[in-house]
């Protein structure tokens, strides 16, 4: 966090307020005139804008996701299993969105989109309601990277359960990884 001080004319103060906004994060400017009376002095707290979050492109997010035919198949079961009281769990709605994103953009590459890229979205903000995420600029990106994540997790799951090293894949008996306690 910084300060920042501006003398300008007093025309120009709101100006200059909202230019610095844009390019930062600022609080709110406190306004003083210069001694002689005929400028402004403008005083803002300021700190630099959070790089913008990096989104996995599809490919990257999908790399690990079963066929879209498959993951239909689990959604519509997962659905139908549940009492329709019943709130679904957060690994219902994130692969419900991936698939609805995977069909979005098949069907957009081939320029047939339109209803897949509404449902694609929609699903993509319930995952974000339920996460209670901060604002998002691009609900379906979204999915792509929480997507990605759980994917890994997943992988990384059944490696341990087969006794095998997450990083290197081999054995956990034969591992030199870092990772183990007795490597």
């Known amino acids: 966090m910084f300060e920042i001080r501006i003398i300008c004319d007093p025309a120009d103060t709101v100006r200059v307020s909202e230019v610095l906004a844009a390019a930062f994060t600022t609080g709110p400017a406190r ?40 993951e239909i198949g689990w959604t519509a079961r997962t659905a139908a299993d549940r009492p329709f009281f019943d709130a679904l769990n957060r690994e219902f709605w994130l692969r ?65 359960a087969a006794g095998r090293c997450p990083n290197c894949q081999w054995l956990e008996r034969d591992c030199n990884c870092a990772d183990h306690p007795d490597a």
Do not use: C, F, M
């Open 31 to 70: 306004q003083h005139p210069t001694r002689d009376g005929q400028r402004a002095r403008l005083y803002l707290t300021a700190d630099h804008r959070p790089a913008p979050e990096s989104w996995p492109a599809p490919e990257e997010a999908y790399a690990l996701a079963p066929s879209i035919i498959s």
């Open 96 to 160: 419900k969105a991936a698939v609805l994103d995977r069909i979005a953009l098949s069907n957009e590459a081939d320029n047939t989109a339109g209803d897949a890229t509404d449902l694609a979205t929609r699903a993509a903000q319930r995952l974000i309601e339920l996460d209670a995420a901060a604002a998002v600029s691009d609900p379906r990106a979204y999915v792509r990277q929480q997507y990605a994540r759980w994917a890994k997790q997943q992988q990384r799951a059944q490696l341990v």
